[in-house]
């Protein structure tokens, strides 16, 4: 019945300003969008897409209380740390420790949580 995760949504206050965070500072470029910024797409390398959603009317949209994050899969975590505090992106936790990884998370320009995951080495 369900194949695959065919894309994570966030909702986003301000189309440009969530564009700004994706595309300047974790570098994603953009896919399919409208002129408007109601819907943008970033497609992932390794597949999947994360998509940002500004609802048109304000009051339905709650800043960064869905509950949802997305998680990024690095290659070198301590590296994607130091550059991403280079660009003052908001830490909600700098290291979390797990017995397979090691995980961060940041707040991206809407309240919204993303983890930052590097597997250990086996």
Known sequence: MLKKVAFTM??????????????EKLGLRRGSSSDSGVWTEYDLP???????FKHPDPAQHTRGSGGASIAFEVEDL????????????TF???II??????????EDSE????????????
Request: hydrophobic share 45%; glycine share 6%.
């Open 78 to 89: 301590d590296a994607v740390i130091k550059d991403l505090k280079a660009k003052a992106v």
């Open 92 to 94: 909600k936790s700098e």
């Open 10 to 23: 966030f909702a986003v206050e301000d189309s440009a300003r969530a564009r700004a965070f994706y595309e």
């Open 46 to 52: 390794g597949g999947g897409c994360l998509a940002l």
């Open 97 to 106: 420790p797990s017995p397979v990884c090691r995980m961060s998370i940041v």
């Open 111 to 122: 309240g919204n949580s993303i983890v930052l995951h590097q597997l250990k080495a086996k």
